[in-house]
């Protein structure tokens, strides 16, 4: 078994396949435990400390739960304008001092790199919950254990990549984890928010074949997923930016209609108008299956980094 017992998780590209093979069996485990009793022991006495420097709702939530879940009990700081950042002090010392405090830390914050500043500076291990347009590598776990269960393997799988590829933290970790098992990706996007290059490079030296286009059917009638973003408006900085490319995406019935065959369609939410409602019941459409598996692997991730399994 791989373990992770006192380790950060910052970077999508600090995991091997074996350790995603243990994450996902935690989490598999976690997820059919959960259906006998509502809670478990294992962290009793562990406390989670969530320090979010950013808007959230699923993750900080699914950290949340999934601590308390395990028996163990959070401690929260859920904007900068309610903690010491507000007077001015950094990422380091503020991650510092809490690792007094609590067992294992949760950060989000808008800038790059921040995660590590903060792992850097604790005694105790930092999960990165997503750090501005960098990483976001517990999402990206969640998701392949979402893939895992929707579509049976990770292996050679045929994904398309949909919206902010530029600024997307979700795909940047995603590909990372999907280039372990060999992917074919589809990038579309508007030419404004292309996946970084020095990413699109890396994983072409892997070997992952990798198409970009601007076409979204083009690349759906080549794919088995679509996993569909957001066009992350906080990251622009000329709102005219996005005036132009906002709304360049929409997956609705009439483009399902046009595709003629089963997708699953996955997407890290919230959604903005790219994911119509009206398919929500189209049974390939996992976005919510995505978010109840978020609480399992991070339940998985909270036991493993506190060397409980
Ligand atoms: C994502 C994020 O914060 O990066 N949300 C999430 O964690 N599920 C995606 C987004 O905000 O668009």
Redesign the pocket.
Known sequence: MASLKGKDILHGNQFTKKDIDTIIQNAAQFEKELKKKDSLSLLKGKVLATLFF??????RLSFETAMQRLGGSVISMASAESSSAAKGETVADTARTVSQYADVIVI?HPRIGSAKEAADAADVPVIN??DGAGQ?PT?ALLDVYTIYKELGSLKKLSVSMVG?LKN???VHALVELLALFGAKLYFVSPSLLKMPEEITLRLKEKGIEIIETEDLLEAAFGSDLLYV??I?KERFTDPTEYERVKGSYVVDQKFLDSVKKKLTIMH???RVDEINPEIDTYPGAAYFRQVRN?VFVRMALLAMVLGKR
């Open positions: 950013e808007p959230s709702t699923r993750t989000r919950a997503g976001h999402q902010d997307g933290r979700t973003t957001r992350q890290p939410l919230p978020g």
